[in-house]
């Protein structure tokens, strides 16, 4: 079974940056995409970004294009978020989370195509 482990969000003030990481054990088919997502308070989940560990193709959520980067190290299995220029909006929990589907399109800024999570990791963003 595939275990993914966050990290890295702490509390920091607007304008800031902080660098998310997720951490993929198990064994894994070669291509598979994984995704950031988070949820708020009284919110929905949503989608931020997402990459495809094979190409590296990237997705970004609209509300973060230009502030957030997605990487992937696979010599390190680890898939980063860089997140620049925060703003209060962005506080929530953070998650990431595994498609092992082989093709990789807009509909994996959702949650449908994801098969595994990890249990997240809290970004606060204070004003």
């Known amino acids: 079974e595939v275990q993914l482990v966050e990290s890295g969000g702490a509390l920091v003030q607007a304008g800031g940056s902080l660098r998310l990481s997720c951490i993929i054990r198990g064994e894994i088919i070669n291509e598979f995409t994984i995704g950031w997502f988070r949820q708020a308070p009284g919110k929905e989940r949503e989608g931020v970004a997402c990459i495809n560990m094979r190409d590296r193709s990237t997705r970004y959520d609209d509300s973060v294009k230009g502030r957030f980067t997605i990487s992937r190290d696979n010599a390190k299995r680890t898939v980063y978020l860089q997140m620049n220029s925060l703003k209060t909006d962005d506080t929530a929990i953070y998650s990431c989370?595994?498609?092992?589907?082989?093709?990789?399109?807009?509909?994996?800024?959702?949650?449908?195509?994801?098969?595994?999570w990890g249990q997240g990791t809290q970004v606060t963003v204070s004003s």
């Open positions: 989370a595994a498609d092992f589907d082989l093709y990789f399109s807009s509909f994996h800024l959702t949650s449908a195509p994801y098969e595994y």
